[in-house]
């Protein structure tokens, strides 16, 4: 069952953060960034199984001066024990479906450049690569 993501969920989505996407938080985090998003601008559904959060997806509008409005794919993962099951493109059509609802026709996504088998999963899905990029990050103190 795909859903719109709850409070309740933060355990889970951190876990799956942490574990799937190498990127370590804790629940209190993922609480107050849930709690925190404009609905009318980012929106998380979940995949649930037997009632257990088992992947999510991030979402976020985004208005370009140079292109059409798209959404961008904040992060998407599944649980290694729920891969192969189309929970991944499932969460990916609800995303779909939300862009539509809001008359956007485009989405966008970055994967680092060694997850191949990502890629090969959203070709599938129909994602085609724009361009090679470096991704450069700042720290401000």
């Given at each position: 069952m795909i859903r719109?993501?709850?409070i309740r969920d933060s355990r889970a989505i951190s876990a799956i953060c942490t574990e799937e996407l190498?990127?370590?938080c804790n629940a209190q985090f993922v609480a107050q960034r849930l709690s925190g998003l404009k609905p009318d601008r980012?929106?998380?559904?979940?995949?649930e199984e037997d009632g257990l959060v088992v992947g999510f997806?991030?979402?976020?509008?985004?208005?370009?001066l140079y292109q059409p409005d798209?959404?961008?794919i904040l992060g998407l993962?599944?649980?290694?024990?729920s891969r192969r099951q189309g929970i991944g493109k499932q969460l990916l059509e609800a995303v779909e479906s939300w862009a539509k609802?809001?008359?956007i026709f485009y989405l966008r996504l970055n994967s680092g450049s060694t997850r191949t088998e990502v890629h090969r999963f959203y070709r599938s899905m129909g994602f085609g690569e724009e361009r090679e990029q470096i991704r450069f990050l700042k720290q401000l103190k």
């Open positions: 719109k993501a709850e190498g990127y370590p980012a929106r998380v559904f979940v995949a997806v991030h979402a976020e509008k985004y208005t370009l798209r959404v961008n993962a599944v649980s290694d024990r609802e809001n008359g």
